[in-house]
């Protein structure tokens, strides 16, 4: 039926979904996954490359960096699944998804710039427990974020809208490398007076308060912008599920699709996060660039990306999601392979323009597949099993690469990156649904 909202209540699950898309709503939402974007790209592009080498050094520097990158996220890795799924059930006077945002991303901003200041002080001890709160405050926030754009958009729109989700995450990407990489680089003594460190310390703390603030002022406006859809109280036969059922009814069901899914998603996270960590130092080490240069390359892939992340959910629209993915994923193979031979600057940023429009095509359809596998009164617990994938591959792939780099030499990371992507590429032809035509693999319980 059709309430006075225009919004339609499925007849077995009674959740609400709008009957069309209001971007205003996909605008807002897409600025709390802006606050994911903005975040980690500063924490990943200045953290590995010079916060935690001022306090690691030694031949076992790049396996310890990545142990220590991974050692936090290990909360994301049980907080995200759990939290998304049990979403699901949560019924408040703010809906199911905003307690979580309202919470996290306050908690997430603070400790983000007390990170800059552990390593202003020389603290590694102080610096290594802001990081681990900063990441427990994400894990709490991210997975409700993400479920609250299939909320509120129908099944048939959200490839679309999710394009502009992540656009909104790219664009804080690009604030990353494009902005923030240029204020890291200010040496004002003034400046230092004022956040109370040195001249020299001056820019990277203003890189993380500048982050933190852009993050509330963010969740301030998707607060006020979007009001969930009301949703009936859980019941004994509802359709929600927690995490570990949702595990084990992917695992056993007569289509492994979602299995599938899920670790090919496991695998070309584990490409992605080698190049998004080790990138900044790779070019640093091997191309002979300055950790701000280096990290200012990123914005090819991060720029592509932003422009290519609508176009990426309307192709998928005309030829199909998996189609539209395993395409990315060539494009990312190849763009990656030719990098490994090229050392000039603005070619350099051009080829990973390339593998940016590869890269859209391939994560802004992944989700919105497994949704659909899960279906709507499931979509907490599938976006749960989204990032337990993408936070497993967080969490191995920095101390695996690291690893590897130590073993031979960081100057391999080209061809570590795609052997994983390879590797995603193969378990994608055992994807069979997932679809907007196709109905979930899961029963409703």
Known sequence: MTTDDDSITDPESGVSVPSK?????VLAIGLGFFTTGV???????????DFLPTFIVGDLQNTIIGAIMVLDNVFALFMQPWIGAHS????TRWGRRMPYIMVGIPVAATFFTLIAYGWAIGSFWLMFSMITIFNIAMAFYRAPVVALMPDLVPSENRTKANGVINLMGGIGAIFAFLVASRIYKIQDPAIGVLLGVTAQQSGPVLTFLTTS???VISLIILFVTVKEPEVPPPDASSGEIGIIEALHQVSFAEDK???VLLGAILMWFFGYNAIETWFTKYGNEVLGFAT??????LNG????????AVPAGAIAVRAGRKNTIVVGLVIMIASLSVLWFITDY????????VAGVGWAMVNVNSIVMVWQMLGQERLGAGTGLYYLASMSAAILGPLLSGVIFDLTSIAYLYPVSIGFFVIALLLMAGVRTGEVHHKAIVETQ
Request: hydrophobic share 65%; proline share 2%; no cysteine.
């Open 346 to 353: 603005v070619t350099i940023i051009l080829v990973l323009a």
């Open 88 to 91: 699901d059930k949560t019924r």
């Open 292 to 297: 701000a240069d280096a990290s200012f390359l």
């Open 301 to 308: 892939i991060a720029i592509a990306f932003v422009v290519f």
């Open 257 to 259: 699709s979602a299995l």
């Open 21 to 25: 898309m209001n971007w205003l709503y």
């Open 213 to 215: 603030v852009i993050m």
């Open 39 to 49: 975040s980690w790209s500063v924490y990943n592009s200045y953290l590995p490359a």
